[in-house]
């Protein structure tokens, strides 16, 4: 078994209450494994957490939590010979589900003690890594407020989403992609998805692949009535491309300019707002154990 470190995000997800340090013993201390657990005390402490234990020879580092522990332990990983383990704790958990971890954590605990092993693309937004989507317009709108909710979970989002629908307004911009092509449009959403949804199954680029060295762009230009009910049915049953109600491009760079800050998401997190984007992406950055 590989030597492994758990890093737990003991505010993350609904079953907060949950003794997972001893869950993992468990599981890993039945099997005699060479294992860690720390817990993280503060925003930014696992990609402390997880570069210290890449230096100290772990082979695995766990992200025990949701869609921001894992971006935060990937952070820390990049560079190092380490590979990222996921164990889902959290709302979403968008990268576990698009790399098929189970959401049940004695299953995923199982699945860890004999890994298999690859490599996944990573894209980068004004310097700011992401791991499965990362996005400007209403989805970044959505998430800076879903952080000032108070509580999290599905329900919320859902709340906070319909909340906001009839404030936000779309955002003109000119994109860039591959350093060719040039595109003025309104932007309501322009999300660069390395993996295939948000997570709750939510599918917003169902076609994407983790290790083609491409991004799936989806742009959505205006969202009335009408095509925010596409867009929800898209997204639910994962066949939003095939629904015209978004486009779809493919690139492996894009920069966009606005006339006026855009709000920004990594993740799932909000990151600010920002006149210019640059976004990249690179190819098999990250070593992945799952």
């Not at 003794?19 to 099997?31: E, N, R, S």
């Not at 164990?87 to 298999?116: E, F, M, T, W, Y």
């Not at 859902?158 to 909340?163: F, P, S």
Request: net charge negative; hydrophobic share 45%; with cysteine.
């Amino acid at each position: 078994m590989p030597k492994t470190c758990f890093i737990l995000n003991p505010t993350a997800g609904p079953n907060r209450r949950r003794d997972t340090p001893a869950l993992i013993a468990q599981h890993f201390g039945a099997l005699e494994a060479d294992y860690v657990v720390s817990l993280t005390e503060r925003a930014g402490h696992a990609v402390e957490l997880a570069a210290a234990a890449a230096a100290q020879g772990y082979e695995v580092v766990v992200a025990v939590g949701g869609d921001g522990t894992v971006n935060e332990v990937g952070r820390g990983l990049l560079g190092t010979n380490a590979a990222l383990g996921i164990v889902p704790q959290g709302s979403g958990n968008g990268l576990a589900r698009h790399l098929k971890v189970p959401l049940d954590l004695a299953a995923a605990l199982r699945r860890l003690a004999k890994p298999d092993f690859s490599r996944m693309d990573v894209g980068r937004i004004n310097g700011h890594p992401f791991f499965c989507t990362a996005g400007l317009g209403f989805d970044a709108h959505v998430s800076q407020h879903f952080a000032q909710a108070g509580t999290r979970g599905l329900s919320t989002y859902v709340k906070v989403t319909l909340r906001e629908y009839r404030r936000f307004r779309a955002v003109p911009v000119r994109i860039e992609m591959n350093g060719q092509e040039l595109l003025e449009t309104s932007c309501y959403v322009l999300a660069f998805a390395n993996a295939s949804q948000y997570g709750n199954n939510a599918y917003i680029a169902p076609l994407a692949d983790l290790r083609d060295g491409l991004l799936d762009v989806c742009l959505i230009d205006d969202l009335p009535v009408w095509r925010a009910l596409k867009v929800s049915i898209g997204l639910a049953m994962g066949n939003l491309p095939q629904s015209k109600a978004a486009e779809y491009f493919h690139t492996a760079q894009a920069r966009v300019v606005a006339p006026e800050p855009l709000g920004f998401h990594v993740d799932g997190d909000y990151m600010g707002h920002a006149t210019e984007f640059d976004v990249e992406l690179l190819p098999l950055a990250l070593a992945v154990a799952v």
